[in-house]
């Protein structure tokens, strides 16, 4: 393997490793903005997976064209000079807000799964992510290329032995599952501009960093297929034990479980894989935009984000995720807009 294609996997690897953090590995944000509309829910994540395939590419090739250091400049390009500082806030309130959330999901897996306490899951995590961030953007890349690979792994056990030929049918079957809103026409363009609200704090400076923008190209694009084959596999799983699995934190985690012990912690320890590498870039993504303003000690800034997300986390997980991300959703439908409209420099469309 050349040395390029294993450059293009790494991206692929940390696109999918910033995206899939707790909402998505412990398969919360899933059932929320997917499984919940049935049927229908399975043609919402085919947009999510579009969407995630062209403007994650985007995002990462406009930051190259731009040389953007963090996604101020990205979207000071995008917004202009005065709206550009309105959205940099934006950013700022999403990038502390699902921090929160990924903190207080290694507290909700420790506590639910592990029967540990919930304090201790986010302790432990605080202390190993301000570890991880002495490497800065290596360190991003690395967690992510070890963590992602074993979170296909299980997406394939999963497949195999859960869903199957006919969880698939059921999941796909339109006909006999009545309509009752559109919200799921909506849903997948939500979650997706939630997703590149934060993960643009990755995704910004790694586009600016890499020289090649033919790997940056190759990356967004398995990258997002890897995305969207995730997201039908944890859709199509939740599916076959709904509804009782709504009552769990962690659904993934309660339908590894029939896998046997073994298996089931082998599986937290995954999904604790890819909370963390989100969180991570995150608090990468944050220190920047504050270092971009003020000359501050790097480690100074990243204690004091990891802490300040401690003290938000205490609401709890499912709380956290049920009435920020939606909003935050919300919040990230302009930069899509944008993302979507404005033109690459250097290109004719």
Not at 21 to 35: D, L, R
Not at 122 to 141: C, D, F, H, Q, R
Not at 144 to 168: K, R, T
Not at 275 to 289: A, K
């Amino acid at each position: 393997m050349n040395q390029k294609t294993i450059m293009i996997l790494q991206i692929a690897a940390t696109y999918i490793g910033t995206v899939v953090g707790a909402g998505f590995a412990s398969g919360q944000s899933i059932m929320q903005f997917f499984t919940v509309y049935g049927a229908y829910g399975g043609m919402g994540i085919l947009i999510a997976t579009s969407l995630f395939i062209w403007i994650g590419t985007k995002m990462m090739i406009l930051s190259h064209r731009i040389r953007a250091f963090s996604y101020q400049e990205q979207n000071n390009y995008l917004f202009g000079d005065m709206f550009g500082k309105v959205a940099n806030i934006f950013t700022f309130i999403i990038l502390f807000g699902v921090t929160a959330v990924m903190i207080s999901g290694t507290g909700s897996i420790f506590k639910e799964q592990l029967g540990l306490p919930y304090q201790f899951g986010i302790i432990i995590s605080i202390l190993l992510s301000y570890l991880v961030m002495s490497k800065e953007l290596n360190g991003i890349l690395v967690a992510n290329s070890l963590v992602v690979p074993m979170m296909f792994f299980f997406m394939f056990l999963i497949a195999i032995q859960v869903v199957g030929i006919d969880g698939i049918w059921k999941a796909t079957d339109w006909p006999k599952q009545p309509l009752n809103h559109v919200k799921w026409i909506i849903s997948p363009f939500t979650y997706a501009a939630l997703n590149f609200a934060f993960a643009q704090a990755v995704l910004v400076p790694l586009g600016s960093e890499v020289k090649d923008e033919s790997v940056l190209k190759w990356g967004g694009f398995w990258g997002g297929i890897g995305l969207g084959v995730m997201l039908f596999i944890s859709h199509f799983a939740i599916h076959s034990r709904m509804p009782e699995i709504l009552r769990f934190d962690i659904p993934m985690a309660e339908i590894i479980r029939g896998f046997g012990s073994f298996f089931h912690v082998l599986f937290i320890l995954v999904i604790y894989g890819e909370i963390f590498t989100t969180l991570i870039g995150n608090v990468f993504g944050i220190t920047r935009q504050i270092q971009s303003l003020y000359a501050l000690p790097r480690n100074w800034v990243v204690l004091a984000t990891l802490l300040t997300c401690l003290l938000i986390s205490q609401v709890g997980f499912t709380s956290l995720l049920t009435y920020l991300y939606p909003l935050f959703g919300y919040m990230g439908m302009i930069l899509l807009i944008f993302l979507v409209v404005k033109r690459i420099p250097g290109s004719e469309k």
